[in-house]
Antibody
Framework: EVHLVQSGAEVKKSGESLNISCKVS????????IGWVRQTPGKGLDWMGI????????IYSPSFQGQVSISADESISTAYLQWSSLRASDTAIYYC??????????????WGQGTLVTVSS | QSALTQPPSASGSPGQSVTISCTGTSSDVGGYHYVSWYQQHPGKAPKLMIYEVNKRPSGVPDRFSGSKSGNTASLTVSGLQADDEADYYCSSSAGSNNFVVFGGGTKLTVL
């Protein structure tokens, strides 16, 4: 059974760095892309980027390019979403999801439970 | 403002059918056969219901169906059940630079 288990909620201050994780099980980590999706209250879903763990090839949404970093550790089947300097506007729930990426399109078939990130100014 | 336009709300009685629309442009919905739909219950992660316009993942009831005409995609839920009450989001490719764009979501209420 496919599972994506994310790290717990975080409370941070503006300017701080943060790294949240997504550990997968139930399938071969290196055979599928992993994506990250942001959900802000009342504003719906935003795709942030995807990574292919086998070679760490990452593709970012134009809206998030340069704002976050996505990485993966094949040895522990875990993907990461990282910020070097948080802003209050980063307050949101972040989901990781197994991703099918092909023909300049992607969809997400299994999702983590979400990580709430709260950033105070 | 979301790239794709969905009605904020939709409703139907148990057993009825309801259709949720997702309107984009020729640069996204109209230009690709890659529309997905996600269901999200309160406090839960989204769940994939439809991909590639009209394909259902394993385990999704055939009461859920998808279609597309021009720049508008649709999700139809037939034989409404109480558990169908949730938020529904559409998604489409918008080209090589931005291959996932979402709609703003539709809250489906089962009366």
């Amino acid at each position: 059974e496919v599972h994506l288990v994310q790290s717990g909620a975080e409370v941070k201050k503006s300017g701080e760095s943060l790294n949240i994780s997504c550990k997968v099980s139930g399938y071969s980590f290196t055979n599928y892309w992993i994506g990250w999706v942001r959900q802000t209250p009342g504003k719906g879903l935003d795709w942030m980027g995807i990574i292919y763990p086998a070679n760490s090839d990452a593709i970012y949404s134009p809206s998030f390019q340069g704002q976050v970093s996505i990485s993966a550790d094949e040895s522990i089947s875990t993907a990461y979403l990282q910020w070097s300097s948080l802003r209050a506007s980063d307050t949101a729930i972040y989901y990781c999801a197994r991703t099918f990426y092909y023909d300049d399109s992607a969809y997400f078939d299994f999702w983590g439970q979400g990580t709430l990130v709260t950033v105070s100014s | 403002q979301s790239a794709l336009t969905q009605p904020p709300s939709a409703s139907g009685s148990p057993g009825q059918s309801v259709t949720i629309s997702c309107t984009g442009t020729s640069s996204d919905v109209g230009g690709y056969h890659y529309v997905s739909w996600y269901q999200q219950h309160p406090g839960k992660a989204p769940k994939l219901m439809i991909y590639e316009v009209n394909k259902r993942p394993s385990g999704v009831p055939d009461r859920f169906s998808g279609s597309k005409s021009g720049n508008t995609a649709s999700l139809t839920v037939s034989g409404l059940q109480a558990d169908d009450e949730a938020d529904y989001y559409c998604s489409s490719s918008a080209g090589s630079n931005n291959f996932v764009v979402f709609g703003g979501g539709t809250k489906l209420t089962v009366l």
